[in-house]
């Protein structure tokens, strides 16, 4: 990423990059303020009695008949975009000081999505090992996948910043990207009043649709549980940050307001690495504009 490609440049932590071998170009605090929308999943299976009317394996031994269907503009489940619902909400509700929501909600209709290794380039334990294919996709084209529904708990912003180092001056090499998920009370309080309004919802909704919670969070009860199993299983995939735009008097700025890189000629950032704080929705809307 653009993090990497500046400090392999030699534009970066002056310390740093003198370690790795790297001539100073310009000493800049670049990867010093890695910022994500940090996520949770919970899952939880449909009754048995629910049948979803549609199989995979049903659809390719018919010749794919739903998909034609779709294709020909007709309404199938192919035209949902698998995200069906969403709520925004904060611990301090609608009175909020902050003046906005803190969390975010999205409802899905996609299997299970919490065996996604997203954390498989954080440390040296897991840099060696080979990318397993995950069981979510596995699960999503079976008859179990179909039979569960997932939810998502998402930060909007976080009170935590991570950190992008290099291993080496190799610029091939997986960089060391620390995001510290998990580790401000002040974002961990934020998900579990998530997680509560989403079983609240839950508990509350047509039991035709609703069976027993699912996952490694279903055994999570108590504010105590629920920070941990958040600690334990909590990702994202919005990093942001690593070259944030900054006046030249602040101590985290890569960039001025025109994305120039600061004391290099002709250098320019033009993505998520701009940001001084993680937009409140999904970034890619920024970014395109």
Not at 139 to 165: D, K, M, P, Q, V
Not at 193 to 210: A, G, K, W, Y
Request: hydrophobic share 35%; charged share 20%.
């Amino acid at each position: 990423g653009t993090g990497q490609i500046l400090m392999v440049s030699g534009i970066g932590p002056a310390n740093h990059l003198r370690e790795k071998s790297i001539p100073v170009v310009e000493d800049l605090p670049v990867g010093q303020r890695m910022q994500d929308h940090q996520e949770v999943e919970l899952m939880w299976k449909f009754p048995s009695s629910y049948d979803p009317g549609f199989s995979f394996v049903t659809e390719a031994l018919t010749g794919f008949p739903n998909v034609r269907k779709h294709l020909d503009g007709k309404r199938t489940i192919f035209s949902s975009s698998g995200a069906s619902a969403g709520l925004e909400g904060s611990s301090q509700g609608p009175k909020s000081e902050l003046k906005k929501p803190t969390w975010h909600l999205h409802h899905t209709n996609l299997g299970p999505l919490e065996s996604f290794d997203a954390h498989m380039a954080l440390d040296e334990e897991t840099i060696n090992k080979p990318t397993r294919f995950p069981r979510s996709l596995t699960e999503l084209f079976t008859w179990t996948g179909l039979h569960i529904h997932t939810h998502i708990c998402e930060l909007s912003g976080n009170h935590a910043y991570g950190r992008l180092e290099l291993r080496n001056n190799d610029p091939l090499a997986v960089p060391f990207l620390d995001p510290r998920y998990g580790s401000s009370d002040e974002d961990n309080q934020e998900l579990v009043n998530c997680i509560q309004t989403l079983r609240e919802i839950m508990n509350h909704s047509d039991p035709q649709f609703v069976g027993e919670e699912y996952g490694r969070c279903s055994k999570a009860h108590t504010p105590e549980q629920l920070v941990q199993c958040i600690r334990n299983t909590v990702w994202g995939h919005h990093i942001s940050g690593s070259a944030p735009m900054g006046t030249c008097n602040t101590d985290y700025a890569v960039t001025d307001e025109r994305a120039r890189v600061y004391g290099v000629q002709g250098l320019r950032v033009a993505d998520i690495s701009l940001f001084p704080t993680i937009p409140h929705g999904n970034p890619a809307a920024v970014v395109m504009m």
